[in-house]
Each structure stands twice: as C-alpha cells, then as structure tokens.
C-alpha cells in the first residue's frame, strides 16, 4: 500500500518535472509545477508532515503559483524561440545530467544502505501543533528573523513596482 | 508490514533537483529560469522532510517552512524585478539581457 502511493505520486512529480522542463509555453511549464507541488504535498502527508503538506499546498501551489502565473499573463510571454545552440552543450548536457544524478543517487545509496523504511503513521510529530511550539520556543529567533525578511520583501517589491511608474 | 526505503524519497528528491538544474541550465526564457529554482527549492525540502521521518524529530519541518517563506519573498521581489527587466528591454530573453546598462 504505502510502496503503491510512494510510487503512484513520485511517477507524477517526476513526469511533471520533466514536463516543466521541456514545455516551450511558460504557462504550460507553471501547471506542471503545480502538480508536482501537488504530489509533493502528498508525499509529505505520507512521511507525517501535515502542516508542511497543507503550508505546501497553501503557500507554494496557491500563493506562489499565482502570482507567477499573474506576471506570465501580465506580461503576455509567448512560447520561447529557439536560438542556435552551443556543440558542447548538445554534446555534454545528457551525461553530464545523467552524470550528476548518479552522482547523487550513488551518495545517497551509500549513507543510507540499511536507512529505516517509511510507513503510513510512522511518525506522528509533524501536526500544527508540534511545529507551532518548536517555531515559538527553540526556533523564535529564525522565526522573528524571517519577517523582518518579508518586510524587507514587501519593500523591495513596493520600490521596483514604483520606479516602473514614473 | 513492508514500507518505502528512505532512500528512494531522497533518489526521488535527486531526480527533481537535477531537473531542476537542467531547466535552470537548458530554458532561456526568465519566468521559467524562474520556476525550474523553484523546482529544486521542492526537491531540497523533500529531503528535508524525509531526514525529519528518520530521525523522528520536528525540525526539518521548521527547515521546509523557513525555505518556504525565504521562496516568496524571493517571487515576490524576482517577479518585480522581471517585470521592470521586461519595462525596459521589451524582452524576456535572457541572452538578450547581457549588459548592466542599457
């Protein structure tokens, strides 16, 4: 069961990566991503994450997406030309991306040869409540820092958007 | 009862961040550069999330959450600063944004 849903949704987070990846359409290349946030958000429901899945969903599906999918529509970007591209890059860029997922895959066989196996409810301290008190208690400072960061975000965002007026 | 190896959901968590270098290197438009970083920030979480099941604590959940917030203030300002590039240039070609200064 738990082998059945890890495979179903790491077979659409990886088809709609690749689909991110080859789309020329910039809009197309957003609604893969969303479904691999999507899957993604399950993934994380199985591992015992369900604050994460649901921020997941919320944050990055919602919020980020469409703001994303906003500036595609606002800008009216079309499909992407295609320019002549480099021999070496034609030549080196499969092996070379063939060569660095080995490269991971093989680092992270060998760290984790007898890792514990994840199952449905093996781990049980990822609800709201066990995130909110580790983010208020040993986690306050990172936490305080990060909106003095979003303050710094809204601002930047407020003076680019200005100066694009007059 | 036989589960999924931690292993594969890192192999997993490989596979999407090396696509999301592959986008990142392969695409010229700059939304999607855009989104194929978005696309290994996920990839990076997974990771997080899953050490967090194996060791059995909260705190690679504060790590995902913190990389979430950092990802939308950063969409935030990089959208901004796409549409002044595309204000000014005309363009959202990213080998035709190749100077400082126009």
Redesign the interface.
């Known amino acids: 069961m ?2 059945i849903l ?1 495979l179903a949704f ?1 077979a659409i ?2 088809v709609c ?2 689909n ?2 080859v789309q020329t359409h ?1 809009i197309s ?2 609604l893969s ?1 969303v479904g ?2 999507g899957a ?1 958000a399950m ?2 429901l ?4 369900e ?2 899945a649901m ?2 969903v919320i ?2 599906a919602g ?2 997406m469409v ?2 999918i906003f ?2 529509m ?2 009216n ?1 079309g499909a ?2 295609k ?1 002549g591209k480099s021999l070496a ?1 034609q030549l080196l ?1 499969v092996p070379v ?1 063939f060569g ?2 080995s490269l ?2 093989f680092a ?2 060998r760290l ?1 040869p007898h ?5 449905l409810g ?2 049980t ?2 609800s709201a409540r ?2 909110g008190h ?2 208020f208690t040993r ?1 306050l400072l ?1 936490f305080e820092v ?1 909106s003095l ?2 303050l ?3 601002i ?2 407020v003076v ?2 200005m ?2 007026m007059d | 009862m036989t589960g999924v190896p931690v292993s594969w959901y890192l192999i997993l968590s490989a596979v999407l961040f090396v696509l999301g270098v592959a986008g990142f290197l392969f695409r010229r438009n700059i939304i999607t550069l855009f989104m194929s970083i978005e696309l290994m920030l996920n990839a990076v979480n997974l990771s997080f999330v899953t050490f967090s099941y194996e060791h059995k604590q909260v705190d690679g959940h504060l790590f995902t959450f913190f990389v979430m917030v950092v990802a939308a203030a950063e969409a935030a300002v990089g959208l901004a600063i796409i549409l002044t590039v595309f204000k000014n240039r005309n363009t959202l070609n990213v080998d035709d944004v190749n100077s400082m200064k126009l």
Not at chain 1, 46 to 49: I, K, M, T
Not at chain 1, 115 to 119: G, I, L, W
Request: charged share 10%; aromatic share 12%; net charge negative.
């Open positions: 738990d082998v890890f790491a987070a990886v990566a690749v991110v990846v910039p290349s957003a991503l691999v946030m993604l993934l994380y199985s591992l015992g994450a604050f994460i921020a997941q944050v990055y919020a980020i703001l994303f500036v595609i606002l800008l970007a992407e030309v320019r890059a860029g991306f660095l997922l991971l895959s992270v066989l984790f890792a514990a196996t994840v199952h093996g781990f301290g990822g066990d995130v580790a983010l986690y990172p990060t960061l979003i710094i975000a809204i930047g965002a680019l958007a100066k694009e």
